[in-house]
């Protein structure tokens, strides 16, 4: 069928669109004196970085251009130099969540503490495998899990800097990274006064903020299990840790492709432009072998990912300080 090889003409668009968002919000904050276009070029920037990390991670899983030499400059430019994040950084992080996803001791995608916790296996202080550390569920993280329900969405809009300070880790990309760093505090600082200056990085920032929801949404509500997959259970696994999320084709854009979420982690290095296309096909092959297949509207998995991270934060509470339980108490902490 050709599916691995036809990357289509998606990359393309993606490559104009992140040319055409930086030149209009670059051009926005030279150009003008107004604090509201200032404010929009800086909402402009993160939907920048969005399409950037969609290009990011097509180009982690596969060659999105013929030749080796282009498509690794193009992974330099879009992801070191015009986002700030180190795609080795990714790919190394980016391949561990794909061989044990949903693992809580090696899938560094749930691994969030002291700010998010998805399953109460997490209190017991598990050790990442990933980042060699022991995860400690103190009472500084006790309390913040016990809150993160609401604490999710802000939390997401500045989530990036926890990519920029891990993209540091790894010096071999370092140039690419400082290339961002100039052009971007260059870029705030021509901006007129500090109020600005705060609104156009809080609006890059938060904006990009989409993107790290929509990373969440496909496995945070999605079964989890502690230790090691094993190599008889491969198309278990993926599909158990998983979420689609339903949308209509002329919305593949902003989800980047990531919303067919069963059908990448089963096949990762099909292209993006073709994962549509195959979707029926391993629905039809998930029935077959009576494997889970979970596709829900994007409202539907923000609701799931709220809930569970509501009733752990719930057993976070009680772990700290329990409480009787009766009929008032269950409908006052009731999702859903």
């Known amino acids: 069928m050709g599916l691995f090889e036809n990357r289509g003409h998606g990359v393309h668009f993606s490559l104009f669109l992140v040319a055409m968002l930086f030149t209009l919000s670059v051009y926005s904050v030279l150009c003008s004196d107004s604090c509201w276009v200032h404010l929009g070029s800086g909402g402009l920037m993160g939907f920048l970085w969005i399409q950037s990390g969609w290009l990011g991670h097509d180009s982690g899983h596969y060659q999105i251009i013929s030749s080796k030499r282009v498509n690794r400059f193009a992974q330099i430019l879009t992801g070191n130099c015009l986002a700030g994040i180190s795609i080795a950084w990714w790919k190394r992080n980016h391949n561990a969540h794909h061989i044990a996803v949903n693992s809580l001791e090696l899938d560094p995608d749930l691994q969030h503490m002291p700010f998010f916790a998805v399953n109460s296996k997490l209190f017991t202080s598990l050790t990442s495998y990933y980042y060699d550390r022991k995860m400690s569920f103190d009472a500084c993280t006790s309390f913040l899990v016990s809150y993160q329900y609401w604490t999710f969405y802000p939390v997401m809009c500045f989530a990036r ?11 071999e990309e370092i140039l690419g990274l400082l290339v961002f760093w100039i052009w971007y505090a260059l870029l705030v600082s021509y901006l007129h006064n500090w109020r600005e200056r705060v609104m156009f990085v809080v609006a890059s920032f938060s904006v990009t ?15 989890v299990y502690v230790g090691t997959p094993t190599a008889n259970d491969w198309c278990e696994n993926q599909t158990n840790g998983s979420l689609n999320i339903v949308c209509p084709s002329w919305m593949d854009w902003f989800h980047g492709g990531l919303q067919f979420q069963i059908e990448h982690h089963m096949f990762p290095r099909l292209t993006r432009g073709n994962v549509r296309k195959v979707a029926p096909l391993i629905k039809a092959l998930c029935e077959k072998h009576n494997l889970p297949f979970t596709s829900v509207s994007f409202y539907k998995a923000n609701e799931l990912t709220v809930g569970t991270l509501c009733t752990a934060a719930l057993q976070a509470r009680d772990l700290a300080s329990p409480v009787p339980k009766n009929l008032v108490w269950e409908a006052v902490h009731s999702v859903g």
Do not use: K, M
Not at 214 to 223: A, I, M, R, T
């Open 161 to 171: 800097i926890n990519l920029f300070a891990q993209s540091f880790l790894l010096i």
């Open 209 to 223: 903020g989409i993107l790290h929801v929509q990373f969440c949404l496909n496995h945070f509500s999605s079964s």
